[in-house]
């Protein structure tokens, strides 16, 4: 108690990033408003994007359910006063892997948003707003693959690699890549697991290998429904642990095969591990996301203008 929590998160930017930056300082304040506030424990509950694909999505793990227990747009804020000072900030490691995690969250928040609407879209039949909706939510993963391929931290690529080093011989090896795959995706059992995603990771090459490829084949199995005029419902699905079971009705069970094949399957990790540049990438999502953001947040988000009309950075912090 003897702290002051505001003056010691301005300190410790500065500590953090090297350089002086009240925009970094005010960034962090909101951070501590937002994902670090006191009940957050710091962690995500869960994930839209790992989750396994539904109309109402519960969560994605057995344990928490989906839900953001705080205003998002605070994590836009946040990243829009750290790229203010970004030629000051860019030659800290830190800041870039700070950059890349709150883009990161920025993204998979709005994801909620959405799949919520192309749920939505699909339930009133709206084909038009569900090629839309759908189709922004899996580009939407397929560009946060290409974000966290730029830090090796986010990497199923590097975990694949690390894994197979253990073996001696090709069938270790492969024994290790199986072991490693099954821990983040079906959780170690075969056949019909029970905790399936329990250690669910926003990865590149996890989403890009596993997750979008679920997402896909459930919008496509959905669109086919929009198609043939058939209705398609999750009402009295056995679940298990609050969510639809490993095989709770034909999809998933065909879902559950392919799910299996992937965790079986050798050779996955790509190479080279990391590519892009963090700059370069966060600067061109965080334009692309923050856009989107304003159509799907209420209310939108505070952004000033200059008088040239170009967006700023200008007092994005202030409440």
Partial sequence: DSINLQAWLKQYATRRYGAFSPA?????????????????NGTEKSSIVAARPALDV????????????????????AQSLLLKDIDKLS??????????????????????LIHRQAAEA??????????????????????MDKLLRTRSEYSFDRWLTEARSWGDTDEEKNLMERDATSLVTIWGADGDPRIFD????????????????????????????????????????????GREAFRA???????????????????????PITEG????????????????????????????????????YENLGED
Avoid: C
Avoid at 24 to 40: D, I, K, S
Avoid at 249 to 271: H, I, P, S
């Fill in 24 to 40: 970094a300082q005010e960034a962090w304040l909101l951070l501590l408003n937002g994902p670090y506030r006191r009940g957050t």
């Fill in 58 to 77: 519960k969560k994605s793990g057995p344990n928490a359910a989906l839900e953001i227990p705080y205003d998002p747009t605070l994590v836009i804020r």
């Fill in 91 to 112: 030659v800290s490691r830190p800041y870039r892997f700070d950059i890349v995690d709150v883009q990161r969250q920025l993204m998979t928040n709005l994801g909620q």
């Fill in 122 to 143: 699909f339930r009133k039949k709206d084909q038009r707003a569900f090629t839309l909706h759908s189709g922004r939510f899996l580009e939407m993963l397929a560009d």
């Fill in 198 to 241: 329990y250690s669910w990771r926003e990865w590149s090459g996890l989403i890009s290998g596993y997750y979008l490829p679920r997402w896909q084949k459930f919008y496509a199995m959905l669109q086919q429904h929009l198609d043939a005029g058939t209705s398609y419902e999750e009402a009295g699905l056995p679940l298990i642990y």
């Fill in 249 to 271: 009705n034909d999809f998933y069970n065909g879902l559950a095969e392919w799910e299996l094949a992937y965790v079986d399957t050798y050779g996955k990790a790509r190479t």
């Fill in 277 to 312: 540049d963090e700059i370069i990438m966060v600067k061109q999502l965080f334009d692309k996301y923050l856009k989107l953001s304003q159509e799907y947040y209420a209310g939108g988000v505070k952004v000033a203008e200059k008088s040239s009309g170009e967006k700023t």
